[in-house]
């Protein structure tokens, strides 16, 4: 055939219509001759480039496209189907069907190839077209010569490419070996990538949701309790009161039947409700299915097991993912769940309503849908807790004029001068001075914070009760009661890990049985994460310590301040700064913690998923913990607690005087500590983090494929298809990022609130508009994540009952040591002469001689304040200079110090008894959830008796039609009786369907 010339042959009727790849026919296109053959069962498994289009002739053009380039004519492929389609992409709903328009998209898998030029994408498209013909050899045709010498001039792909290519080939054959269907698509708008469509049929759908344990609905249906009297008069009630703040869903009325559901068994499908065959397994089912497929399904190419997991750590696939069910904004967007949830919960305009839960589990899984249900539960119980802290905070404004101890500090008639905060800079100050800041504490250190640091144990403890009784009702609810988790596939690192060891011991010829790792493989790992936690650690309070250093230095550089206003505002300025410098620490170093948690539990190798995820939690919140919290527990019980006297001083490096609390005590900058960390963490760290970097993330894939797309008109314009859409979505990446704000937001609520009453309301205000901002990352940002069934939220809540334990010993602690709540009730009963808190401020100042101050650390400017200063005074319980044993600890600070450990001892062990009492005293399981449960064991056995006895009773019936056959044949042919016993059956030999 010559080169400029256009040839055309017609292939007979009977030739398949089936892949020709490049070693058949080179540089051709196949165009539909006849439009009314259907593909063969092979075709609609691994569709063909064109099996959308309608096949209605008897044959095939062939049409050599190369001559076509070769005089400057070069027709797109698009171009040369539009007399034949009218628009393909709306039959297959936009990627969301294969391209016949029935069977729907459950998976997607997505490649990179190497495309050679725009002119031969119809070869390469006809490569990847069957399956099944890939490793099929084929004879030798007549325009093999032609490819193979065009061939030449053409770059080769290198050997890593078609390692990666082969393995897809197999691990492809392997799918549909396993009765899954697929389509390829490298036709997109994305050069470069190309696209497996994945299709469960029923028969894969129904085995794996056997071999999976799934419970489906059946056709029984059962009556659900419903209350009586004053309850359900209550509950009627609640409903009106809460209809405007329901979602307007379908699953949010209150359900009065139920279908009983059960395991589901192919040699029981009479007893499920079949009605729908489309809609019996929901979109998450199926994509749940089809990953378990690919998860066991493997590739040995590799030498090696090798399943979905293994395959895109090595890069043979670049992503998998299930589709979005539609588009969730635009003018004619058909109604799916999706759109449901961008309106009714991923919008900051319902931020006031109930989440549709159901419908979140429906659509992203129980896992997802169980911390959305958490957040919801743990969202309400911070209105009570908020409402508390309000009153607790307005009392401390109210009482703060009647407030002895401040009124005495802010009385300038008393005149104490204080002792120099610093050596030889500072000179002697007046308490009054302070008064503002011993005005603000009493906001925060009054009784009523005692109250509601009992008030807040408690809650905790009624919090995750009620969350477990809350877990209980979803998973009836959800068909969860009997679930349990089975052991999961290894994963692919553990799998390699296990092949080198293995390697290495055929190496030396040694025969094993199937390997695994032990604790020698792992020592080095464990030992290598024993070092790095401690090194993480070090490095936090090596941090502190910079920080305290800094403070020090800047309060002393401060000090020496020519104005009067510049030496005033030295503490506030120093505090602010110092915890602004805290926070920005916390936020970087919490993504650091993170990437090195992640690589720690990598080199361990995990087995499981599961085991990953827990070590990793585990590990991250270690650090994350360790790094918000220090800076706090330095200020609550560290700060001024190892300063010495005047006279006296504790020195770092011989240079910085440990810094001190303030008159009024360090529980104020404790609170200026804790609420600065706790809004400054919440506001960048979980809400501009989490809305920018996903945008700036999508923005920059955004702008790559922009460089990459094709200049052709036609080609831009053309729609993008549904898995192009998503593949353009950041991926998920678990919830334990989610988890974990939540629970270090909790720590913020509970460990610390006997300093900050006001934390709960900031929590809630948060996690407002958390729920809506998660809710909006999962349906608009991120790619659908494959459904988990799980029915609790895992070593989450172990960690929260471990913080509810600890905040209850933490608070003690504050109240008693960081607090001046003892030291006044000590007061109050041992000293008071009137019963009255007057001369409180007084007992607790010591006094100092200043002839006792060393050499070099008096103040330079002693006349300062207009006076020469003899006596000066500070906050310790020690002798005065006067006394015998002159400076020593006194007998008060004795007194103070049992009352302190007392009260730590009575107020942990009673709110431990009295969290404990509520633990025992509200059952983790509702009674109506479980009668209803037992309810629907018994139903269950009722279904299978009758099912027996109606299987009993037909063979029965059967027996009895034999007996009346076999007498009708005795008596109309007396012989037959005497003749062989297998004659008498062919008189009534009938099929019986039983």
Known sequence: MDKDEIHLRRLPAAAPWGPHTDSDFHGVDFLPDSLSEV??????????????????EKGIHIINIRAIEDIGYDQHESTLLNSLSKNPDADCKYGLYFRDGKRKVDYILVYHYKKSSAGRTLTRRAQHNDAGAR??????????????????SEPHTD??????????????GNLVEAGLELEHDEDTKIHGVGFVKIHAPWNVLCREAEFLKLKMPTKKMYQINQTHGLLKKINSVLQKITEPIQPKVAERKPQTVKRLSYPFSREKQHLFDLSDRDSFFDSKTRSTIVYEILKRTTCTKAKYSMGITSLLANGVYSAAYPLHDGDYEGENVEPNDRKLLCEEWASYGVFYKYQPIDLVRKYFGEKIGLYFAWLGVYTQMLIPASIVGIIVFLYGCATVDENIPSMEMCDQRNNITMCPLCDRTCSYWKMSSACATARASHLFDNPATVFFSVFMALWAATFMEHWKRKQMRLNYRWDLTGFEEEEAHPRAEYEAKVLEKSLRKEHKHKETDKEKLTWKDRFPAYLTNFVGIIFMVGLTFAIVFGVIIYRISTAAALAISATPSGRSSVRVTVTATAVIINLVVIIFLDEVYGCIARWLTQIEVPKTDKNFEERLIFKAFLLKFVNAYTPIFYVAFFKGRFVGRPGDYVYIFHSFRMEECAPGGCLMELCIQLSIIMLGKQLIQNNLFEIGIPKMKKFIRYMKLKRRRSLDHEEHMKKKQRYEVDYNLEPFSGLTPEYMEMIIQFGF??????????????????????IRLDAKKFVTELRRPVAVRAKDIGIWYNILRGIGKLAVIINAFVIS?????????????MYSENGTMHGFVNHTLSSFNVSDFQAGTAPNDPMELGYEVQICRYKDYREPPWSENKYDISKDFWAVLAARLAFVIVFQNLVMFMSDFVDWIIPDIPKDISQQIHKEKVLMVEVFMREEQGKLQMLETWKDKDKKKGENCNNHSPRLSLSHSGSLSSCHSYPVDV
């Open 39 to 56: 593909p063969d069962e092979t075709g609609m498994r691994v569709n063909k480039k064109y099996s959308c289009l309608p096949a209605e």
């Open 135 to 152: 490793g099929a050899k084929q004879d030798p045709l007549p325009g093999k010569g032609v490819q193979m010498e065009m061939g030449e």
């Open 159 to 172: 050997c890593h490419e078609d390692d990666k290519r082969f393995r897809r080939e197999e691990y492809e």
């Open 749 to 770: 609520v509970t460990l610390f609130v006997a300093s900050f009453p006001l934390a709960p309301l900031f929590a809630l205000l948060n996690n407002i508009i958390e």
């Open 817 to 829: 040591f960081t607090s001046d709540f003892i030291p006044r009730l000590v007061y109050l009963y």
